[in-house]
């Protein structure tokens, strides 16, 4: 199995940033994709962004050129970098995985953004 730990959501102003990370551990070797998905209440889950296990990066259109994910597989943490946010990023954050046998979510972080 797959563990993955996300952390750094909270509070923030409108416009300002904050930064998610998601620590693997585990079956670490049978991860491919890793990424971020939101879900505030009365929404659809939402795909944000995607990275490969080579670094290949895809972003949901509500995110581009906001946000920016990144991974360290020395570390087997993947980052979520968010800029420029907007009351309507207020979600629940989670991390997941999906690697060549099965997929993997994160307990969530909340991330709220004030106006």
């Known amino acids: 199995q797959v563990q993955l730990v996300e952390s750094g959501g909270g509070l923030v102003q409108a416009g300002g940033s904050l930064r998610l990370s998601c620590a693997a551990s585990?079956?670490?070797?049978?991860?491919?994709?890793m990424g971020w998905y939101r879900q505030a209440p009365g929404k659809q889950r939402e795909l944000v962004a995607t990275i490969t296990k080579g670094g290949s990066t895809d972003y949901g259109d509500s995110v581009k050129g906001r946000f920016t994910i990144s991974r360290d597989n020395t570390k087997n943490t993947a980052y979520l970098q968010m800029n420029s946010l907007k009351p309507e990023d207020t979600a629940v954050y989670y991390c997941k995985s999906w690697g060549v046998s099965a997929d993997y979510r994160g307990q969530g972080t909340q991330v709220t953004v004030s106006s």
């Open positions: 585990g079956r670490i070797w049978s991860i491919n994709t």
